[in-house]
């Protein structure tokens, strides 16, 4: 327990259905259920890399995550839901508006980053928030972006960047992610950035949710440097998802 009471959920998470995490949705059931958890979200990634097995895959885990999970009771409700790549597009968009929860975020693995510029980046995001209601870790990446023109510490255009999003997100009823694997690195300038974006969040009344990104079942449930940051920052329980049931089942549809 912590000044926030409960954590209800832990909403990203990864398997080994990712490819390259560790543990399997098993595995993760049981880390949640130890974490007293009452729902996961797994948030593999999509890749849309064009291969059979990709798009397979897709609709596999569309049929089948959450029907064939649930009915099994096993203490902690699975969300089936997908980690999207800003600046791809699904191979099935109408079937991937039916999943329930699909944080978006930017993953320099899958795109030519150092010739984006901060407002292309901001432009996608702008395309994502029509299709998408959650971003992940949006302090990731901006090192690398433009020829990696920008350090690690805070520079005016990557504030400018960071405010205009949390502005977007809150118009557009898009929920931000406070990422703990982001945290635990604490390297490249994420935790500045983060704690940036997480004051004028705090202003301007965003709606957050909590996700670990854990890519090994050890690190499912916990909370602990984001909790630190969010007392710090003494940032509103009633806008942080993972506190309220009601909200959860409202975000996550179908629940
Ligand atoms: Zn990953
Ligand atoms: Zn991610």
């Not at 990712?18 to 797994?42: D, K, P, V």
């Not at 959450?66 to 597009?89: K, M, S």
């Not at 329930?100 to 899958?110: A, E, N, Q, V």
């Amino acid at each position: 327990m912590t000044k926030y009471g409960k954590i209800l959920a832990d909403l990203h998470t990864h398997t080994i259905f990712s490819g390259h995490a560790f543990s399997t949705i098993e595995e993760n059931i049981a880390a949640a259920h130890r974490a007293g958890l009452r729902y996961l979200a797994i948030t593999d990634h999509y890749y849309c890399d064009g291969s059979a097995l990709d798009k397979k895959n897709e609709i596999t885990r569309l049929r089948y995550l959450e029907r064939d999970i649930n009915p099994t009771d096993c203490g902690v409700y699975v969300i089936g839901g997908g980690e999207f790549n800003l600046g791809q597009t699904p191979y099935n968009p109408e079937k991937i508006a039916q999943l329930m929860w699909k944080p978006i975020g930017l993953h320099s693995f899958f795109m030519d980053i150092p010739s984006v510029t901060l407002e292309q980046l901001y432009q996608m995001y702008v395309e994502a928030a029509s299709d998408y209601s959650s971003f992940a870790h949006i302090e990731r990446g901006f090192h690398k972006l433009e020829g990696r023109r920008f350090g690690v510490e805070l520079c005016p255009e990557v504030k400018d960047t960071l405010e205009k999003l949390v502005v977007l997100a809150k118009d557009k009823g898009v929920l931000l992610e406070v990422n703990e694997a982001s945290l635990l690195r604490k390297s490249g300038g994420v935790y500045e950035r983060m704690k940036y974006w997480l004051g004028i969040a705090r202003e301007n009344g965003n709606q957050i949710y909590l996700g670990t990104d854990a890519h090994y079942s050890s690190k499912i449930g916990h909370f602990e440097n984001t909790l630190e940051l969010l007392g710090e920052l003494d940032y509103p329980p009633e806008l942080i998802l993972n506190l309220d049931e009601d909200k959860i089942k409202a975000y996550c549809r179908n629940l």
